[in-house]
């Protein structure tokens, strides 16, 4: 079993390198590079084993590793979060529950391919319990994430500074945005 975050495919616009390339410091050029490197690969995958790996959830996971474990180890690819919630027995200790709070240190429009809040989210929704969610930032796209049952989201930095001002004042950030979202719930205005 081969325990995955995201469900992205090895490549193509949602592909491992176009998905999570920049974030990584690729410029255009360079990714531009990695992408046919990436359609490379695939096309000896397919020749090699005749499976083409972007037909496997997650084959574009940590760099394109979904795709060798799958093929190489034989692994099924299953979703960590739903793995994991399942070994705790998540769904029954949400009973009773009136408040899930969980988070992430960037709530984006990557989240929504199989990571914690979006399974969490999921298994939420379906009970109807709301949500919430801090995070360090919120970029682009996070507000798909209400589709899926975040109910709400705190940011613990209100805009883009750079990595050594965010990790210098994570703590106090951190302390400040759970306050106001504990004063949020004492007070009822979570919806």
């Not at 940590?62 to 474990?69: D, L, P, R, V, W």
């Not at 989240?111 to 970029?139: D, E, F, M, Q, W």
């Not at 759970?178 to 949020?184: G, K, P, S, Y």
């Amino acid at each position: 079993t081969i325990m995955c975050d995201v469900d992205n495919p090895l490549c193509g616009p949602n592909g491992a390198t176009m998905s999570y390339g920049k974030q990584k410091g690729g410029t255009a050029e360079v990714l531009e590079e990695l992408e046919k490197g990436m359609e490379n690969y695939r096309q000896v995958l397919l020749k090699t084993f005749g499976k083409d790996v972007n037909d496997i959830p997650g084959s574009g996971a940590a760099g394109g590793m979904g795709a060798a474990f799958s093929l190489f180890l034989l692994g099924e690819m299953k979703s960590g979060i739903e793995v994991v919630m399942d070994l705790m027995n998540f769904d029954q200790m949400l009973d009773g529950v009136d408040y899930v709070i969980s988070g992430e240190g960037r709530a984006d429009s990557q989240t929504l391919h199989g990571k914690v809040l979006y399974g969490i989210g999921k298994r939420c929704k379906k009970r109807n319990i709301p949500v919430i969610a801090i995070c360090g930032c919120l970029g682009d796209g996070y507000e798909a994430l209400y589709e899926h049952g975040i109910t709400k989201f705190y940011a613990t930095t209100d805009k883009e500074l750079c990595e050594k001002q965010i990790l210098a004042n994570a703590n106090d950030n951190f302390m400040k945005t759970a306050v106001r979202m504990f004063e949020d719930i004492k007070n009822g205005n979570i919806s």
